[in-house]
């Protein structure tokens, strides 16, 4: 077990999807999944390009198809981020998108079939060094579970991954990753600690069909929140019937709001009241929109007056408060600069970007100095 942002994680394997490391002390990835046809190659390397920029880890594309395999393969030579081809029942898929280049399979070994296809499939990750994440979902549990167990329960989940894991430990494989998703948070939350405790593969976190953008992160916070705190995940995915892009910025959002990782600028903003000295909203929307492409961590307060304001400032890098006649700037938690009403956004996001750029050279001076 090790500390990480104050939360001690469940200590998992390693397993590399591509170039990124998931489990073990890795950093917990985050991914989505393209929502195009995969055939059409052009809309789908857009897709991963935008999903990517908004700072996705790891990218997964559904492979319903030959015709999407052989797409799927002109796709992996176009983009820069790992893929992970979704196949389910038919294992030629597998093994074609293998052949291609493929950075994980999404399979369950359980669902394609006769064990010699099963094993054609496994022998050929193995040697490409490919690994397989098992996806259980509750509203997809085989016929029998369902009769067993009268609804989809979290022994139902468990039960019905511990098979696929059969499979693959009965041909000697371990390099592979476990997700039991539902939509009931409760479900996710009790089969997730479950099968925490019984093996030691990577886990990847995600509440399958939360929602639409408000509910879905909703519902994937409060669920793979308590996950987190728990220590338990290794890679996730905030499942939205929205834009993947919202997926990536709330699986961020809610990494840097535990502290497990951070990435660009971290927006500390007070709601607003009738004491506000300018339009906080507004800097808010205004400030998310400009600095979407920081990928440094900084800790920006935006703060309507001086009730709260100096308080945010001290923790914050940079901080706002609003003043009368003219707005408090803090650096490091000193009053650096006095803005006035006239651009404010302009004149915050020149200080924002100042900063960071005044750290990168001091840490290349650093590495300079040896
Ligand atoms: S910090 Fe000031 S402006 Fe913001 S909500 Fe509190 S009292 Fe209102």
Redesign the pocket.
């Given at each position: 077990m090790q500390h990480d942002g104050g939360i001690r994680r469940r200590r998992s394997r390693r397993i590399m999807v591509g170039k990124v490391a998931v489990g073990g002390d890795a950093p917990i990835s985050v991914q989505s999944m393209t929502n195009t046809e995969t055939t059409d190659v052009a809309a789908t390397v857009a897709q991963i390009e935008a999903i990517q920029g908004a700072g996705a880890d790891i990218v997964r594309v559904s492979v319903p198809s030959l015709d999407a395999a052989e797409a799927f393969g002109v796709i992996r030579r176009q983009v820069q981020v790992p893929l992970v081809a979704d196949i389910h029942f038919d294992y030629r898929i597998a093994l074609r998108v293998l052949e291609l280049g493929v950075d994980c399979l999404r399979i369950n070994p359980g669902n394609i079939g006769r064990v010699e296809r099963v094993r054609t499939v496994v022998e050929k990750a193995r040697d490409l060094g490919v690994p397989i994440r098992i996806g259980v979902n509750a509203g997809s549990l085989e016929k029998d579970l369902q009769l067993k167990y009268g609804e989809p329960t979290a022994e139902a989940l468990v039960e019905s991954v511990l098979r696929h894991i059969d499979i693959l430990d009965h041909l000697d494989f371990q390099n592979f990753k476990v997700s039991l998703k539902a939509s009931n948070v409760f479900l996710a939350m009790a089969a997730y600690r479950q099968i925490a405790t019984q093996i030691d593969h990577p886990l990847h976190l995600g509440i399958t069909e939360a929602g639409g953008l408000r509910s879905g992160t909703v519902k994937s916070a409060v669920g793979l929140g308590a996950l987190l705190l728990d220590g338990i995940g290794d890679t996730l995915r905030i499942s939205l019937a929205a834009d993947p892009v919202e997926e990536v910025r709330v699986g961020w959002d809610l990494l840097k709001s535990l502290r497990l990782r951070s990435r660009g600028v971290n927006l500390i903003a007070?709601?607003?009241?009738?004491?506000?000295?300018f339009d906080?909203i507004g800097t808010v929307n205004a400030l998310e929109a400009r600095l979407d492409d920081i990928t440094e961590s900084l800790d920006v307060a935006v703060?309507?007056?001086?009730?709260?304001?100096p308080g945010e400032a001290r923790v914050a890098d940079l901080g706002l408060t609003?003043g009368t006649p003219r707005h408090l700037l803090y650096r490091d938690g000193k009053v650096q600069d006095k803005l006035d009403k006239a651009d404010l956004v302009d004149q915050l996001e020149r200080h924002i970007r100042a900063t960071i750029r005044a750290r990168a050279e001091a840490e290349a001076s650093i590495i300079a100095r040896g």
């Open positions: 007070c709601p607003s009241c009738s004491r506000q000295g906080v703060i309507g007056c001086i009730v709260n304001g609003g």
